[in-house]
C-alpha cells in the first residue's frame, strides 16, 4: 500500500509486491532477483540475518544492527541495507521535533531486532542509552556490541531511571494486539520526557495512552514503519517520496479496518 501509494503520486511505472519465501528457497530467490526483474527489495522475519551470505556487501547500518531489512543493486551487485534506525530517527523527527535536543537519556525497553535498531539510531544522535530487557543476557550482548554509550539495567532500576529520562522507548511486544499490555508507572519518569512505542497495531498501546494522559509527548509506531521505506523506494525507483498526513492516514484507516480495536 505505501509503495503503490508513492508509485501513483510520483507517476512511476513499477510495482512493489509481495513474495513469499521459505528458508529451503531463499537462496534460489536473492541469487535470481535480477533474472526475475526486480530492482531490489525488503527482506523480512525470518529471512533478516539469512540473506548476510547472500548479499555482494552490506551497509554500515546492517552490519552494526544484525538485520538486512532493505536490497538494491549497485551495478551487478546486489547490496544489502537496514533502513530502520533510519526509520525509527526520522519518525520521532516528525513527531516529536526537538525531540533529542542535542543528546540526552533515552531509556530502551527490550534487547530484540527493533531495539538494535533504536540503539543505533539514538548512539547517531548523541544519545546515551539504558536498556532494559526481561532477558538480561540479551540485552548485556547488545551492550557489549554497542559499546560503553550503553548500559544495562534491571526493571527494578526503573524508579531510578524514568526521572533522569528523555526518551523512553518500548521495542518489546507488550501491548500489540493480543499481547500483554506493557504496565509501567510512569509517575517517575521527567515531565518533558517523550514516549514512543514502535508497536503500532493498536496505533495507541496502552503505554502511550498513559503517556498522554499524563501530559508527554507521545509517538506511535506507525511512522517508522512509513518512514523506514523512504530509503528503499528512493534506491529503487530513484525518487525520493514523502511521508504525508494523507499517507498516513490511508494507512491507519487500513488498520482500523484490519484491526477494528485499534
Ligand atoms: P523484534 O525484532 O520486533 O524486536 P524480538 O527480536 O522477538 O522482536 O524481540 C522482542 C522483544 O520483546 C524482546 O526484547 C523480548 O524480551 P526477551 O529478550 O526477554 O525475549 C521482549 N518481550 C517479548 N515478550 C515479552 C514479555 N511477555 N515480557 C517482557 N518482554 C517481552
Known sequence: MVHGHWLH???????????????????RFILGMRKAGYVGGNVTVPHKQSVF?????????????????????????LVGGNTDAVGFIGNLDD???????????????GAGGAARAAVYGLLGRNMDVAVVNRTRETA????????????????????ELLPRTDLLVNTTSLGMLGKAPLIIDLAPLKASAV???????PLETPLLAAARRRGHRT???????????????????????????ALRARVEADIRATSPVA
Request: proline letters at 4%.
Open 9 to 27: 503520486e510520483l507517476g512511476l511505472d513499477g510495482a512493489y509486491e509481495l513474495a513469499e519465501v521459505t528458508p529451503d528457497g531463499l537462496d
Open 53 to 77: 551470505r547472500l548479499v555482494a556487501r552490506c551497509d554500515a547500518a546492517a552490519e552494526s544492527i544484525g538485520a538486512v531489512n532493505t536490497l538494491w543493486f549497485e551495478g551487478d551487485a
Open 95 to 109: 513527531r516529536a521535533p526537538g525531540w533529542d535536543n542535542g543528546a540526552g537519556q533515552a531509556l530502551v525497553l
Open 140 to 159: 548485556d550482548t547488545l551492550a557489549r556490541h554497542f559499546g560503553p554509550r550503553v548500559r544495562v539495567h534491571s526493571w527494578d532500576e526503573l524508579l
Open 195 to 201: 514516549v514512543h512505542d514502535v508497536v503500532y497495531v
Open 219 to 245: 509517538v506511535d509506531g506507525l511512522g517508522m514503519l512509513l518512514q523506514q521505506a523512504v530509503p528503499g523506494f528512493a534506491r529503487w525507483f530513484g525518487a525520493t517520496p514523502k511521508v504525508t498526513d
